[in-house]
């Protein structure tokens, strides 16, 4: 039997806010915006090529907003989405690597190239350059 993470649900402090920065920044598309009944309102957007969404709202999640930390994206290729997101006005950091625990600017080895950014509310994200072997699994 196949277990598959579908959704990640994030605290946000402003609804619009976090749907125009993870729709117009970050490059997600937004599959709805439901307004279920008064005090709820579901926002699903999906990062490109991904199988899990991600949902902020209103009313979906008791967690103070910006409290989730440690999510993270796999690219083919981290340069072109560092580029992709900085164009996009996403404060993002520069392409860096892990050194003994500690991130150092520069590309790494397979698997260790990451850029990091937070979401206006300070949920945190990690990308991370899978190598073409992987991606081709």
């Not at 709820?40 to 999906?46: G, K």
């Not at 949902?55 to 690219?75: F, N, R, T």
């Not at 950014?117 to 350059?129: H, I, K, L, S």
């Amino acid at each position: 039997m196949d277990w598959k993470l579908e959704v990640v649900v994030l605290p946000v402090a402003d609804v619009d806010r976090a749907k125009a920065f993870y729709e117009e920044q970050a490059g997600f598309t937004v599959d709805h915006d439901t307004r279920l009944r008064d005090g709820v309102r579901v926002v699903q957007l999906t990062p490109p090529g991904s199988r899990c969404s991600i949902v902020v709202g209103k009313g979906v999640i008791e967690a103070p907003p910006g409290s989730v930390k440690g999510l993270q994206l796999v690219v083919a290729d981290i340069e072109k989405a560092h580029a992709e997101l900085a164009a996009r006005g996403v404060e993002v950091s520069p392409v860096q690597h892990f050194e003994a625990g500690v991130r150092v600017n520069g590309h790494g080895e397979a698997w260790n190239s990451f850029v990091f950014f937070n979401d206006p509310d300070g949920n945190g994200w990690a990308v991370q350059e899978a190598p073409a072997a992987a991606r081709a699994a």
